[in-house]
């Protein structure tokens, strides 16, 4: 029985690291996509929360922009009613 880890070589330059993913992918592909996996998974969470807190602030943004251009339009009404 041989060790999953038994793959072990130096690997000096990018096309050896790639062919060792590529090897270590094919000889345990569900060790491999879990490896991905939990690895990738703490930067997905990073990316949604970022994402719900960008919203949030465009949000508040919009809600403020509407505000100021509310009350812009009622100084800008009540000048008129002065006018008359």
């Given at each position: ?9 130096p690997?000096?330059n990018?096309?050896g ?5 590529v ?33 949030k ?15 812009q339009?009622?100084?800008?009404k009540?000048?008129?009613a002065k006018?008359?």
């Amino acid at each position: 029985m041989t060790c999953s880890h038994s793959l072990v070589k130096p690997v000096t330059n990018k096309a050896g690291w790639a062919e060792y993913v590529v090897e270590w992918a094919a000889k345990d592909p569900y060790g491999f996509l879990t490896t991905v996996i939990l690895a990738l998974t703490p930067l997905f969470i990073a990316s949604a929360l970022l994402s719900w807190k960008l919203a949030k602030m465009i949000e508040a943004r919009d809600k403020e922009q509407k505000k100021k251009q509310k009350r812009q339009e009622n100084i800008a009404k009540a000048k008129r009613a002065k006018k008359d």
